[in-house]
């Protein structure tokens, strides 16, 4: 068991520095933890935030980081159903391997506890502690039993979710006025693990950590003079990530048999990739704008602008590979 851990581990890390860059990953850690001792630090020393609030913060990122590593390699059930086309997971290999199924699942899950605590919680816990000493002894202590019992109740949940009954909300017969190219990627993420709320939360997540800084920071009003234009401008970046999702799912062999190019292929999801950027992007400004007075319009317009922006850039730059570090040609016009 232990040995088979051991692999399992060594498979997780080549599969992660094959992503980012070969042993650079290894420096993933360390910035984790200088990112947390920064925070810390600016926060007691130049905010309103307390230490009790840092505390409370990092109890609840190791709840979600649990519940996300629960989830089985952070896919859900479509790790459990194996629908994730090219990518697979070792808890598949029961019925080639002379190991049973439960044997398998057990070693990935425990994989997957050291693995993350190590990548993450505990960086974040060391950074914390860093600043505040050993009186936040007792909160890290406690972020890593929560992350523990947050890996187990995601697991528990993805399980779950396969006897469950799943309602659409989205079908082709609502997208009939779309390409159906781009209403095939847009099903593809709304029936993935999650479904659009998926790509809403890291959004909300992601705005709720700026929004901290704008209220809790007094020097943010220094750099940022119209705090909701800058955010309007700052989801067109996030946005990006949309772009990813909506190429993760399929790859261009799987269009050949179709009367449709590669060229043909990437409109389609630069359609798709507008349909639920700027509505999920103008959606938060609106939001925000409720609870944050400011120049409405020309936030909309940021948001819409650098979504678009973004879209060209990624266009140029990756093509219908997105998420692949590879140096094969991709297909790309002049924008």
Do not use: C
């Not at 060594?10 to 933890?33: D, I």
């Not at 649990?66 to 629908?83: A, E, K």
């Not at 816990?125 to 890593?144: E, F, K, W």
């Not at 993805?158 to 390409?179: A, D, E, F, M, Q």
């Amino acid at each position: 068991m232990i040995k088979m851990i051991r692999k399992m581990m060594v498979e997780e890390w080549r599969k992660n520095s094959s992503l980012y860059r070969g042993r650079s990953f290894a420096a993933f850690p360390v910035l984790v933890f200088l990112f947390s001792f920064g925070w810390s630090f600016s926060s007691i020393n130049f905010s309103l935030i307390s230490v009790e609030m840092l505390e409370q913060a990092l109890k609840a990122l190791s709840v979600f980081l649990g519940l996300g590593v629960g989830s089985i390699g952070f896919s859900g059930r479509d790790t459990l159903r194996n629908t994730l086309g090219e990518s697979n997971y070792l808890i598949y290999s029961s019925h080639t391997l002379p190991v049973s199924r439960r044997k398998l699942f057990a070693a990935f899950l425990a994989k997957d506890l050291i693995f993350y605590l190590g990548l993450m919680v505990l960086p974040l816990s060391l950074g914390l502690l860093a600043v505040t000493g050993a009186g936040s002894l007792v909160a890290a202590g406690s972020a890593v039993g929560l992350f523990v019992v947050s890996v187990f109740a995601g697991t528990v949940l993805t399980l779950s979710s396969l006897s469950v009954p799943v309602y659409r909300t989205l079908s082709y017969s609502r997208l009939k006025k779309i390409n159906p190219l781009s209403a095939k990627s847009i099903l593809d993420v709304s029936r993935s693990s999650g479904g659009l709320a998926k790509i809403l939360f890291s959004m909300g997540v992601l705005s709720f950590f700026y929004w901290t800084l704008v209220i809790y920071y007094p020097l943010a009003y220094i750099f940022l003079t119209n705090p909701l234009v800058s955010y309007g401008l700052m989801l067109g970046l996030l946005s990006l990530s949309i772009y990813n999702w909506l190429n993760r799912f399929d790859n261009i062999e799987e269009y050949l048999y179709l009367p449709v190019n590669s060229e043909r292929l990437l409109e389609s999801k630069e359609t798709a990739y507008l349909l639920v950027a700027i509505p999920f992007s103008a959606g938060l400004v609106l939001v925000s704008s409720v609870f944050y007075d400011g120049a409405l319009l020309v936030a909309l317009a940021s948001t819409v602008s650098m979504t678009v922006y973004n879209l060209g850039v990624a266009r140029r730059l990756t093509g219908l590979s997105p998420t692949e570090s590879s140096s094969r040609p991709r297909p790309s016009s002049s924008t």
